[in-house]
């Protein structure tokens, strides 16, 4: 039985979040000074490189600071027959019996995301974590450890590069 601790952030709701803050400061920032005095403003403002650096604290980083407090801590438990998910901020722990699971995929369906399916190909969770790959091969690791799955390396488009993905299939 192992732990494997990492924080992994809800994408919609981080990316609703940030865009619902960009759209109440403009129209702020509009309804107060209006439109055309903003613009006057703008063109006015004679340096090119203080007006970035408005703009970004205006506007960047704030959004940046608020998804970073979005990312929820997950535990994920291994045990003899099931993997148990726990995170921060939901009152039950999600249980996903190891026999249930008849393919995983590394990178195909998202970059940095494990994804777990049934034998119907019904999602059954997907493990994203942020900028942490040790714990996403921890993951991994266990997984295989744990099921018997025959792991194959299939390549990802990505921007139009090629990219290492994985699919774990149960033997």
């Not at 059954?124 to 040790?134: C, E, I, K």
């Amino acid at each position: 039985m192992s732990t494997i601790t990492f924080k992994q952030i809800d994408r919609a709701l981080g990316l609703s979040v940030a865009m619902g803050y960009l759209a109440v400061t403009m129209g702020g920032l509009i309804a107060v000074v209006g439109f055309f005095k903003l613009a006057t403003f703008v063109d006015e403002f004679g340096s090119v490189k203080g007006l970035a650096i408005l703009a970004v604290i205006l506007f960047v980083a704030p959004p940046i600071f608020m998804v970073m407090a979005l990312y929820k801590r997950t535990e994920v438990r291994f045990t003899s027959d099931a993997i148990e998910v726990m995170t921060r901020g939901q009152a039950a722990s999600k249980r996903i019996p190891i026999a249930a699971i008849a393919t995983a995929d590394l990178n195909r369906s998202q970059m940095g995301a494990l994804s777990l399916f049934g034998s119907n190909g019904r999602l059954l969770h997907r493990f994203a974590p942020y900028n942490d790959s040790t714990s996403l091969e921890a993951l991994i690791e266990e997984l295989v450890r744990a099921g018997s799955f025959r792991v194959e390396s299939v390549p990802v488009r990505v921007f139009g590069t090629m990219a290492a993905g994985r699919v774990f299939t149960r033997r």
